[in-house]
Every structure is written in C-alpha cells, then in structure tokens.
C-alpha cells in the first residue's frame, strides 16, 4: 500500500514491515538478477494487477555491503509523490539520498547493488553516472545440479524469466549435460555479457539429442560483449544432433592444450564473428554434416586452434564466407575421406603461420556447377596437401610470401603432391596452382585437367618472383589449359610434366626472366611448345612437340642450354638432348 516500505539486508535477507522495526523475515537474497513485483492486497489477498515492479540486480561477490554501516544495505519504498497520479518504487542505500526508479540514472528500473546511487562520498559509494563492474567472482557447480538449464520451477521456487542465463562466472567442475526433455522447444542456455563459462580440467559438457519435443534444440550462446567460454585442459563439449553451439559477435571461445569440441553429424558450430583461440581442437566426426550456420564473412581460428575433419566427415560451408586460420600452428586438418564444400565466393585462407594438412580429402564445390575462391597458403608455416581432389576453385591453390628473408630459422615449406585439380563447371578458371614470393616448394604428380571446357584453366601452374631456393615442379600431369606452365623471375627444378595443349591452348612453357633446369618434360600441342623472354635454362631431353605455330620461340636475348658438354673426349648430357616434333606452321626453332 501506499507509504508501506520493505527493507532488505544482503547479508540476512529479506524484510518489510509497516513500522521501523523489521522484524519480519520473508525470503531471502542470493546472488543473481531478481525481479520483484508489487501488487496492492486486502485481507492477505493480492490483487491480479501489478503496482509496480522493479530489478535488484545483485550479481556482485562483494554482496552490496558497505563497510562501516550497521544498517541495512537498501530501504524501498513505494509511495505517490506530490502531483503524481501513481504510486512508484523510491529507494535508498544504507543512508544516502532517496532515489526514483524513474530517476534518469537508473536504467530499466534495475537497481545495481554495486552502484550506490544517492551515495556521492568516494569513501563509500561511487558516482552514479560512472559506476564501476561488479565483482563477479567465480562460482562452482554443485554435483546434485548436473542437467543444464536448471529450472527452479522443479524445485519448488517461481520460474526464472530466463533459466539459461548464465550471468556470474561459473566454474563447472562436474560432467554435466542438457536435458532429455525440453520446456522450451528452442532452449538457449546464454553466457552473459562479461561472463566467463569454465569446462574445469577433464570435464564433460554433453549436449544429448532431445528426446522430446520433436525438432526441438539446446543452444550453447556465447554472448556479445566479451562473453567467454573456457575449455580447460583435456575437457570436451560433445554436441549431438540438433543442438548447436553460438558464438557471438564480440565473444570468446577459449581452449587449452588437450581440449576439443566435438561436433556430430546434425549439430552445428556457428560463428557469428567471435573469437576462437587457443590450442585445443574443434572436431567433426565422420558423416554429412549441416552447412555451417549464416555468419560473418571471416571465420577466424587463431592461436594454435586445431580444425578437424574425421575421415568420412563432409561439411559445407556457405556463401561468401573464408574459414582463416592465423597464427602459429593453427591448423586445418583434413583426415582421408573428409570432404570440405564451398558456397560461391568462399574458400580458405591461411595465414601468420596457419596452415593447411590434408591427405585423401577433398575440396569442391557446393554446386559442382559453380566456382569457389580456392586455398591460399600465405607467409611461414608447413602446408601439406597431399593426395587430394580440388574441384570448380578459382584460384586452386596459392602459395605466397613463403621465403625466410631475415633469416628467422622458421621451418616452412608447401608441398602439394599427388592432387587432382578439375574445372566441372563453366568458367575459366585461373590457375590450378600458383606460387609467388616463396621457395621450399614442392609441387608434384598433379593432374590438372577440365570436364566441360577445353580450356578450363588460364594458367595450370603460374609462379613469379620466386627468389633462389628449393623449388621443384615435378611429374604434373596438365591439359585443358590456356598456358601449361608460365614462370616469371624463378629458376625452378622442372623435370617430367607432361603438358598437353588443344586448339584453344597458348604456350605449353612461359618463361620470363627465369632460368634453373627443365628436363625431361612432354610439351605437345600448344599453339607454341616453348617461350622464353630474356631467359636462359638449361634444357635437357625434353620433347616439344608441336604442329601450330611455333616449337620453340627465344626472344630478347634468350639462350637456353641445349647443346652436351664435352670434356676430354667424353659427352656429359647437363642438356641438349632434346626432341623437337611436329610440322608448326611457322618455325620448329624461332629467334626474335
């Protein structure tokens, strides 16, 4: 009623009464967001309609008490002020000024027990305006409370507004899992803004399928605004088919050496543009998996963050979306038989020292009638894609910026051996491979080859600038292309490649400003077998066969070695040797 007050002592808990005694204890206070509703009553009997209702939000170690006060720590009343023509909430801590919940401080009728508003002394209280952040402490799981959310309802309490927010740092130090049987056909259980989520050391999250009801789900959200989820050393969150895991934009998924989440068949990781780091490992299991949800255009994993595809799993992922590894270690790995699906403009980036490892898997397209971006492997680290098929990319695979010029003593290397690039769709793709910028490279025993199109690559393998080193092109196998091999400033080991032209090929090798050793190599069919521009290697025991254009074409001051050292009678073949074919309808040997 009108004039009648409560009093609640954080330490004791609740009181009200109609006189200054307080000497009626009717519930009590612990740690968490309370909403209070106040309704007028008559013999003991609450109307149906609400007076008022207010927020206490005590999600604070420190309990709101002030040192040095022996009162109690808020005073409220309800009350009509003069000329109002309702009764609202005023309140006060300890002693300290009365304040409205409407006062233009208070946000959302929330009184915060750490902002002692009407308390202006920098002794005991802080400025209303500018408060500071609760002490959230760090709060431990109880073994009699395993199945998340927990409901009180079950336990004889009134219901939460929101069981699954989790809004105070919480430890789980036992195997806990979500429930069998949903209350809310979407059940969210939400890590709250500048809240922690710890999976103590060796611990169990285990998101099981929902018996009931059918299509329902348990989200596991990451909220915005530096919320965080820990996975201590050697735990796991396992999610089973429909759940789903939530990370938000502006949170963090944080894991530690030993951890994983492990995602099954039918469940889903979505990366809404938050933060995944550290060593731990995200895991899909064998099976076909859902399209990642729709999210940001990065999907980033950094420090060291290990992304697993069991043999046997296919995972889509959709439409304008990079998955970018960075830093050290970072890795996708790609176990025989897993297969990674891409939307149009998608593909992977690897960066900062991520790095790709992928053995009898492979990369396609969603729609095996459209393109993607490809794989680009960037800046020191060890790639290895070995044995595996890359479908419809644009761009294949690109090597960059793979040279230790100040001499960190990084290992790093790329080694692309054993693949099967094939162009299924419509478009001219660019290149199958292409290398820039890098040594320690070893590209061998690909095939490269197009479906549809007779040209289906501009470039099979296209490589500039790529300083003096360990750089070997090996045993490729490439037709279908406009340019079998184009090379500008590199001075690469190039021996076996058969290139195979058509009508609407160019130029089987391209050379400009390179040198190094071609041997054995096949070249037939091209519009012009061989090219040089300002370019000399050595050549030896290559075939150029040839009956369009032109063989072999040496420009601008190009001398290629092709003719056998002889040293005291006897003949060392370091080049020459080589077998020129073909009726080409301008020259078997042109000079410009």
Known sequence: MPNDYAVIDFDDGLYYSIDSTSDKVIGGISYGLWKFEIFNSENGIPDTDTLEYFYLDERDMNHGVISGFSQ?????????RQNASDDSLVFNFVSGDTVNIYDYRIENKTIKSWHKVGIYSPIYGQDPVTPGSPNKGLFNSHPDFTVYPIYSTEYGAIKHENAGSINLNLNIDHDITT??????SITNIRIESKTLFKINDGKIFHMITPSYPSGGYTNLIIGEDSAKLQLRPNSQIIADPPNRITLKNGGFLLKNPGSRITINPGAYLCNEGGSIRGSGIIYYTGGIHQSMCNQLTDYLLQDSVKFILDSNAILPIPNNTTLHLKGNTTSL?????????????????????GKVIANNATFASIDSTKKWNGISLSDLSQDTIKNCIIKNAMYGISISDKYDAEDTGIDYSAEISGCTFVNQTNYVLNSAVYIAGSNNVLIMNNSVSSSVLEKGYTHGIYAEYCPEGVFNLIGNDISGAGNGMTLIGCSPFAAQNILTGNEYSECGMFLDNSNGTFEYNEISDFYCSYFSYYSSPDLLKNVFDNYHDDNLWLSSSSVPVMHPLINAGSVYWYAGDNTINGSPSNACLAYL
Do not use: A, H, W, Y
Not at 179 to 184: A, F, I, K, P, Q
Not at 333 to 353: A, Q, R, T, Y
């Open 333 to 353: 790995i790609m176990k025989p038989g897993s297969k990674l699906l891409f939307g149009e403009n998608s593909g992977i980036v690897c960066d900062s020292g």
């Open 179 to 184: 429930r069998d049987t949903l209350l809310e």
């Open 72 to 80: 109690v720590d808020l005073f409220l009343t309800l009350l009509r």
